[in-house]
């Protein structure tokens, strides 16, 4: 009787525990990149004219002194890079087993994306 006290209700679970908190965030940034592609598509779709005067013009234009597409813009990159985080981090997780370089996959992930953040930043700021 005493191999089945791993099965049930007092089973012992394991890992993370990432499971819904990371669906729920791929999820809501898989819409906030959905959401930015339809604005842009529809900007390019209603523009008569594409030029670099329009384009530089869409990211200089405020609403109440905030720069509203430089913002989305941003927020739309932060979330890119959050759900590639997620699901690069799973995949070190499923297939990469020696911890070390587990660890180090990890580290070197973060790296990237946080670079990828800060050259974000510094390409719209400068618009």
């Given at each position: 009787?005493s191999q089945?006290?791993?099965f049930?209700?007092k089973?012992?679970?394991v890992?993370?525990?990432?499971?819904?908190?990371?669906?729920?965030?791929?999820?809501v940034?898989a819409?906030?990149?959905?959401i930015?592609?339809?604005?842009?598509?529809?900007?390019?779709?209603?523009?008569?004219?594409l030029t670099?005067?329009?384009?530089?013009?869409?990211?200089?234009?405020s609403?109440?002194?905030?720069?509203?597409m430089?913002l989305l813009?941003?927020?739309?990159?932060l979330?890119?890079?959050?759900?590639?985080?997620?699901?690069?981090?799973d995949?070190?997780?499923?297939?990469?087993?020696p911890?070390?370089?587990?660890?180090?996959?990890?580290?070197?992930t973060?790296?990237?994306?946080?670079?990828?953040?800060?050259?974000?930043?510094l390409?719209?700021?400068?618009?």
């Amino acid at each position: 009787m005493s191999q089945f006290k791993d099965f049930g209700a007092k089973r012992l679970t394991v890992g993370a525990h990432y499971g819904l908190i990371d669906w729920l965030a791929q999820r809501v940034t898989a819409v906030i990149m959905a959401i930015f592609t339809l604005v842009v598509l529809a900007m390019f779709l209603t523009s008569s004219e594409l030029t670099y005067d329009t384009w530089a013009g869409v990211f200089t234009a405020s609403w109440g002194g905030f720069p509203i597409m430089k913002l989305l813009t941003f927020l739309t990159l932060l979330s890119l890079f959050y759900h590639a985080w997620i699901g690069v981090r799973d995949i070190w997780m499923d297939y990469i087993k020696p911890t070390a370089i587990r660890l180090t996959l990890h580290v070197l992930t973060i790296l990237w994306l946080a670079g990828c953040t800060a050259y974000a930043a510094l390409i719209l700021w400068r618009l």
